[in-house]
């Protein structure tokens, strides 16, 4: 029995939950340290072996951290890294950030608590939290920022010590309760419901930094935007993005099902991989990089009569040499991960004789996160959440991402017992309209099920 939970669930008010003590355990998914080894020498790293779900202890907050009732989360490609143990145990990250202070040493266990989404309540705050009170709606950012760092003042992703919340960190969002620090915290947007709003603030606050942002490609209207996996978590809030921002979207798929979720989203060019000769062989020649490139090229002229200003490549080493080849003189790169591989082919006369840019981008400052968040507010970007499991399906949940069996967002209820809960403005979201507020709902059985294997 939880009484937190009872009580958040049966509508208490915030004063009503503050005399209310958190419970000493409860339910997370979660890797084991004795676990990191079991996929060794296999190829299939299947994940519904190595992620739990079970009882772990409540930690100590510390005077800058919430604790968060976890109402809804979601699957991003980190868990899945995580749970295959590569390309590094995460392990590793939770001993080296436990020796950086006695609060920290909370974070070094044997066990490591997932998830770097969430939605919820506040039900405790340390006792150097100004801004946020027990009772408050939240979304959480996934960056853990240093303020201690002088570098963190100029832009909260340049600090050497920041993290990444249920990835570098202990105490994740796939659970009933987080640990997230003050500087994670936004409100949450009323119209949404808690699985919605579970899926905004990692893939839609990376798409804005990536895109938006003044220290990522700068987009500006008129600017065709070539998104690599234009139907999965970050591409279909990319190609929102350009559509609001006054761009030209074109999107990149690999299946004609997924060319329909970008048509949904009112992408305006949609390209099948396949279409092209792209396969899913990433060691491409020198050769075939280029052919490619020139083929896709092609395909982009023909729709818009130019080459693209940026490419958002987060596949890597299976496209990142076309993406430097096709994008036009002058223009853009950004990056912020590779699926594929991390080692990069590149021909550099196409990068230093046309003038153009590389740009890294890793998740989003605050800032960020709170103009990124307030887009959905506006009813301007909306969810792209797919399918929902149950937290004791979360391995299963995790295992269409790692398959690429998902588009848009795969959610997670936590201590939500159904979809659908958690709107607090009604009036609001009848105005931005719930069907467009679930553009991919339609696309997709949303009540999978699944046995997991032994």
Not at 14 to 30: D, F, M, N, Q, V
Not at 379 to 398: D, F, H, K, M, R
């Amino acid at each position: 029995m939880d009484p937190m939970a009872d009580a958040l669930l049966g509508g208490a008010t915030p004063g009503e939950l503050t005399k209310i003590p958190l419970p000493k355990e409860y339910p997370a998914s979660y890797l084991r340290v004795e676990d990191t080894e079991m996929f060794t020498g296999m190829d299939d790293k299947d994940v519904r072996k190595s992620l739990r779900v079970g009882m772990v202890p409540m930690p100590e907050l510390a005077p800058d951290e919430v604790v968060v009732a976890v109402m809804a989360s979601s699957i991003n490609y980190n868990t899945v890294w995580s749970a295959t143990f590569e390309p590094l145990p995460t392990f590793g990250f939770l001993k080296r950030f436990g020796r950086t202070s006695a609060f920290a040493a909370r974070h070094d266990q044997p066990f490591h608590v997932l998830g770097s989404d969430g939605a919820g309540v506040i039900v405790a705050v340390g006792a150097g939290v100004r801004r946020w009170r027990v009772g408050d709606h939240v979304v959480i950012s996934p960056i853990q920022a240093d303020d201690q760092e002088p570098a963190t003042h100029a832009d909260g992703m340049l600090g050497a010590e920041q993290r990444v919340w249920g990835f570098e960190t202990n105490f994740g969002g796939l659970a009933h309760y987080t640990l997230a620090r003050a500087s994670q915290l936004a409100a949450k947007p009323a119209h949404l419901t808690w699985e919605e709003a579970a899926c905004v603030t990692l893939c839609a606050g990376t798409v804005y930094r990536m895109l938006v942002s003044p220290r990522g490609a700068r987009m500006k209207q008129g600017d065709v935007v070539l998104i690599w996996g234009a139907a999965g978590g970050l591409g279909a809030y990319a190609v929102q993005m350009v559509k609001n921002g006054g761009g030209i979207p074109v999107g990149v798929v690999g299946s004609e099902s997924k060319a329909e979720v970008l048509r949904s989203l009112g992408c305006d060019v949609v390209i099948n991989r396949n279409e092209i000769g792209m396969t899913d062989d990433v060691e491409m020649t020198p050769e075939q990089t280029i052919t490619l490139g020139k083929r896709l090229g092609k395909a982009i002229r023909s729709a818009v009569g130019e080459d693209p200003h940026i490419v958002m490549d987060y596949v890597g080493k299976a496209t990142f040499g076309i993406s430097v080849f096709v994008v036009r003189r002058g223009g853009a790169v950004v990056t912020c991960g590779s699926s594929t591989g991390y080692q990069h082919y590149y021909d550099n006369r196409y990068l230093w004789m046309h003038l153009k840019r590389i740009i890294g981008s890793h998740g989003a400052n605050l800032e960020e996160v709170r103009e990124c968040v307030r887009l959905f507010d506006l009813g301007q970007v909306v969810p792209t959440l797919s399918t929902v499991y149950p937290l004791e399906e979360v391995a299963e949940a995790t295992r269409l991402v790692q398959t690429n069996g998902h588009i848009g967002k795969v959610g997670v209820l936590c201590m939500a017992p159904e979809p659908g809960m958690g709107v607090t403005d009604p009036a609001r979201r009848a105005e931005v309209g719930a069907d467009r507020l679930n553009p991919l709902r339609h696309l997709v059985d949303a009540t999978p099920t699944s046995s997991t294997p032994a």
